[in-house]
């Protein structure tokens, strides 16, 4: 069996468009989900504390990330007390 060695971005290795913008919305929604499950909350506690809907928590936890930019899921960081800051 043959094998390939990735990239580290398996949005880049697929061909998609934009593959850095989506590894970041992942990373940052993988982010998001730990610290909603660290607090034990739930979606609609989670949502109420981001200034979002329920169904939206559910799209990031999920990675359902199209209708969501980055500097939305930053904010949603921010409001859970994460503040994010470019280098």
Not at 40 to 46: E, F, I
Not at 52 to 70: A, E, H
Request: charged fraction near 25%; aromatic fraction near 6%; hydrophobic fraction near 45%.
């Amino acid at each position: 069996m043959a094998v390939t060695e990735g990239s580290g971005n398996v949005f880049a290795d697929l061909g998609l468009s934009n593959p850095l913008e989506r590894q970041a919305k992942a990373d940052i929604a993988i982010h998001i989900e730990f610290l909603i499950k660290k607090a034990g909350w739930t979606q609609a506690q989670a949502a109420k504390r981001m200034g979002i809907n329920q169904p939206d928590v559910s799209d990031i936890v999920r990675g359902r990330l199209t209708g969501f930019t980055l500097d939305r899921l930053f904010d949603c960081l921010n409001r859970l007390d994460q503040y994010v800051r470019a280098t």
